[in-house]
C-alpha cells in the first residue's frame, strides 16, 4: 500500500523558513523522481520543484529559484523542500508528488506522470 505522508508546513512571517518532508512508504520499487506542487485559494495547482531519485537532478519554477531548494534521500525514500525568504505569495497548499516513470528534467513541472500524490500541508507566509 503506497502512501506519501507529508510534514513541515505551518505560519510563517515574510522572510522566514519552512522544511518540508515526504516520505514515501509501502512501495516496492524505486520512484524514479518526485516533486512539489502548491495549489492557492482560487488559482491552478502550479509546479514549484522537482527531482529525479538517482541523479539527484532538479528543476525549479522561475518564481522559487535561489529561495527554495528540493532535495532527497533515496535509501530513506524522502524528499525535501527547503523554503527560504518566503514571501506571502508562496501561501498555498503544498503537494508532493511521485512517478515511476522517467523523463526529461523540461518535463517535471507536468502533473500528469506523476501517479502518486500526498495530502496536502497548508504553508501560510504572513506580512
Known amino acids: 500500500q503506497l502512501q506519501l505522508v507529508e510534514s513541515g508546513g505551518g505560519l510563517v512571517q515574510a522572510g522566514g523558513s519552512l522544511r518540508l518532508s515526504c516520505a514515501a512508504s509501502?512501495?516496492?520499487?524505486?520512484?524514479?523522481?518526485m516533486g512539489w506542487f502548491r495549489q492557492a485559494p482560487g488559482k491552478e495547482r502550479e509546479f514549484v520543484a522537482g527531482?529525479?531519485?538517482?541523479?539527484?537532478?532538479?528543476q525549479y519554477a522561475d518564481s522559487v529559484k535561489g529561495r527554495f531548494t528540493i532535495s532527497r534521500d533515496s535509501a530513506k525514500n524522502t524528499v525535501y523542500l527547503q523554503m527560504n525568504s518566503l514571501k506571502p505569495e508562496d501561501t498555498a497548499v503544498y503537494y508532493c508528488?511521485?512517478?515511476?516513470?522517467?523523463?526529461?528534467?523540461?518535463?517535471?513541472?507536468?502533473?500528469?506522470?506523476?501517479?502518486?500524490w500526498g495530502q496536502g500541508t497548508q504553508v501560510t507566509v504572513s506580512s
Open positions: 508528488a511521485a512517478r515511476y516513470g522517467s523523463l526529461s528534467p523540461s518535463y517535471y513541472h507536468d502533473p500528469n506522470p506523476y501517479g502518486y
Open positions: 509501502g512501495r516496492a520499487f524505486s520512484f524514479a523522481g
Open positions: 527531482i529525479s531519485m538517482s541523479a539527484g537532478t532538479t
